[in-house]
């Protein structure tokens, strides 16, 4: 027997859109368009292995540091698998996925980040981001 069709809620939808936008910025080498999916309130937070980072400014300079975005040999090109989706009210989201960076030399780096969405005047932005 076939498994039934699965519906989307257009919350995934729109969720999913944000993650490939901020996907295309970063394959751009364009840091700021890949940053525009992360909400511009102060509280936003990153988990690293250094620590937790607050602010969008701060997470900005974290990836100037660690990545060259005017290099795309060094910088990669960035996908997104969705792994998990839910609705945890009406404006929030819970994103569960994949990122998968491959390089030109055929190197990848692969891993977990679990993001959480609030509905926000510009549209879905990540309030919350712990990836691995």
Known sequence: LAAPAVAHPPEKHAVEAAMTASAAGWNKGDVNAFMAV??????TSFVTREGLLRGKAAMITR???????DDPAKRGVLTFKTLDFRLLDATHA?????????????????????????KEAGGWKIIADHSS
């Open 94 to 118: 819970l994103y569960i996925g994949q990122y998968l960076l491959t390089y030109p030399d055929g190197k990848t780096a692969t891993g977990p980040t679990s993001l959480i969405f609030a």
């Open 63 to 69: 990836y100037k540091a660690r990545y060259s975005f």
């Open 38 to 43: 992360y909400s511009e309130a102060p509280e």
